[in-house]
């Protein structure tokens, strides 16, 4: 089995309905403008990982564990988030072998700059993480 990374990145809020249907409110905003700082922005973080087609990431019950992790202008961890699992039984199996980390969290910006988010899984002796950059700026005003 090989992982991975589909997507990193956040959304307003999410939620997962019956039919096991990840649904996104403002999905994948990047760029963040503050009047003031430290600044602060409710999200849900979410990363998709895949692995090869026609095998199974994991069986149902088998563990895995993740981390979502965000890095300030400086590199420096503002928070590191982890987390542990187990895989479900897929509810479409004729569909690529993936599964989806999400944590809802209050993302704080102590000042303006990229920050980082990174999330991560280690699933079967195997470990990846990807990352996204996140632009927080103070509002540019022209008269």
């Excluded at 090869?52 to 420096?76: C, K, L, N, Q």
């Excluded at 988030?81 to 569909?95: H, S, V």
Aim: hydrophobic share 40%.
């Amino acid at each position: 089995m090989t992982l991975v990374v589909r997507y990193v990145g956040i959304s307003d809020a999410m939620s997962v309905d019956g039919r096991q249907a990840l649904n996104l409110t403002n999905f994948d905003p990047t760029h963040f403008a503050f009047d003031t700082f430290p600044a602060s922005w409710p999200v849900a973080c979410i990363g998709i990982f895949e692995g090869d087609p026609g095998e199974e990431i994991g069986s149902p019950g088998t563990p895995f564990t993740a981390h979502v992790s965000v890095y300030d202008p400086h590199g420096r961890a503002i928070v590191t988030m982890p987390g542990a699992g187990t895989f479900a039984e897929r509810p479409f199996p004729d569909l690529p072998p993936r599964f989806v980390v999400g944590l809802s969290m209050l993302l704080n910006f102590p000042e303006p700059g990229d920050y980082r988010l990174e999330i991560g899984v280690s699933a079967q002796g195997q470990s990846i993480a990807g990352s996204r950059t996140l632009f927080v700026r103070k509002p540019s005003r022209t008269a």
